[in-house]
């Protein structure tokens, strides 16, 4: 049974106008240098001293799924009545279940990799969206997305029907909310992308976006108690800055004005997985400064998606952090696939890579820099899969400071199963009493 549903009113913070009009700027930088330290302390809890851990659990899970090692995990899975059509272990965990929309919360479960502990709003209310509309960026109306994700506390939030929604502003959320399109059609576009900002506990699930543009900014509420100031967003279909424990999972995303998913300002803790991109330049950026090493604490897990037609390059594109790309299928880019500067760790597992007919572009990979400092940077490829002459660079040291067991990682290629384990990604078409 669901938790109680939730129709909150809004608890607007009171101030007397004109003063507050003119010392805003100077409150405005005080609450977030606040948010700032307070998401600093949380993103630093969320790191892992043993990233290669992480991974290696992962990479055991999907060997598992592929070998078959007992009767309900393999490729096709079973429901009651017939095959299931969940392909890797994510999926497994839930999509099978009939009666998975009587227990959606049961999602915050299935994250894994680095952005496994990303519980969302589970243990709180549900949030039912009844109401496209995003008219008042401060006062929001009930029963719309701002107002739900500006709530406090843990949300799950659901919508009554299917609805395209168009942000005027950013849509700031706060912490420990999840978003759950399923069951209906989502659509996030024409205007604004999603900003989680030194939050922690997001899940962003089952919903599209795309056509995002850039906005001007304006006063925007980002809670129950503040709002303020914000300049002119950037046109990120999702903007993670300085946040942890974030899961984005079968979401379908395409054609912003500037990156589809951006994680920068030590932002850890993320897994991207089961999505399918397609329609644009700069997919994917880890990291948006090479001065900024405070991003040597981003850790994500690259899972399951599908990266498809009309993409250019950053698939990802890193800078210091630690990132594990694990079974996704590449079936096109323009300049190159995997790139970054400044020293990341760079694992590509069981990914396939389908090079482009330019001759000049079957290199996977791009690194900004020489290569008598490149080649010190740990950048391996295990178990992928090369078509139409693309191959890979690798550099630095081998895995053997955890050297993976041969049942981790499989003598069957796992790079050739990517089909099988993408063949979801993106948004799914769920339908309230049927496996999804």
């Known amino acids: 049974m669901f938790p109680a549903i939730l129709f909150s009113t809004l608890n607007a913070i009171t101030d007397g106008d004109d003063e507050f009009k003119q010392n805003h700027g100077y409150e405005a930088d005080g609450y977030w240098r606040e948010r700032a330290e307070e998401a600093k302390k949380d993103n630093q809890a969320a790191y892992s001293e043993d990233p290669y851990a992480v991974s290696d659990n992962l990479t055991s899970s999907v060997s598992e799924l592929l070998k078959g090692k007992d009767e309900r995990r393999n490729l096709m899975g079973r429901k009651a009545g017939g095959p299931c059509t969940a392909t890797n272990p994510i999926d497994m965990c839930w999509r099978c279940d009939p009666h998975w929309a009587d227990d959606r919360q049961k999602l915050a479960d299935c994250a894994m990799g680095f952005g496994r502990n990303a519980l969302g709003g589970k243990g709180g209310p549900f949030y039912v969206v009844t109401d496209p509309s995003d008219d008042d960026m401060v006062n929001p109306k009930n029963g719309t997305l701002r107002h739900a994700v ?66 001007e900014g ?51 803790a993320i897994t991207i997985s089961n999505c399918h991109f397609t329609d644009h330049n700069k997919v994917l950026l880890f990291g948006a400064s090479d001065i900024y090493s405070g991003d040597k604490i981003m850790q994500v897990t690259v899972a399951f998606n599908h ?29 190159y696939a995997i790139g970054g500067s400044k020293s990341p760790t760079i694992i590509s597992e069981g990914n396939r890579f389908i090079a482009p007919k330019n001759d000049f572009a079957k290199e996977i990979t791009k690194r900004e ?47 050739s199963h990517v089909g099988a384990l993408t063949r979801y990604a993106g948004k799914l078409k769920c339908r309230v009493g049927k496996p999804c």
Not at 222 to 236: A, F, P, V
């Open 150 to 215: 500006t709530r406090e506390g843990p949300l799950w939030i659901i919508f009554a029907h299917s609805m395209t929604i168009t942000l005027q502003q950013e849509l700031l959320m706060n912490s420990h909310k999840t978003i759950d399109g399923r069951g209906v059609d989502v659509y996030i576009k024409n205007g604004a992308g999603i900003t989680v900002q030194y939050v922690k506990n997001i899940i962003i699930h089952g919903i599209k976006i795309y056509n995002i543009e850039v906005r």
């Open 218 to 268: 304006g006063m925007i509420r980002d809670s129950e108690t503040h709002y303020g100031l914000r300049t002119r967003s950037d046109g990120d279909g999702i903007s993670i800055f300085g946040a942890s424990n974030v899961w984005i999972d079968h979401v379908s995303m395409r054609n912003g004005k500037d990156g589809l998913i951006d994680a920068i300002m030590g932002s850890t």
């Open 307 to 335: 990266f498809g037609k009309r993409l250019v390059q950053r698939m990802p594109r890193c800078r210091w952090g630690f990132v594990h790309v694990v079974n996704n299928d590449y079936t096109h880019w323009e300049m």
């Open 369 to 415: 820099c020489e290569e008598s400092e490149w080649s010190r940077w740990q950048w391996r490829s295990i178990n992928d899969e090369y078509m139409n002459g693309a191959f890979f660079r690798q550099s630095g040291p081998e895995l053997l400071d955890r050297p993976f067991s041969s049942a981790d990682m499989i003598t069957a290629k796992p790079g």
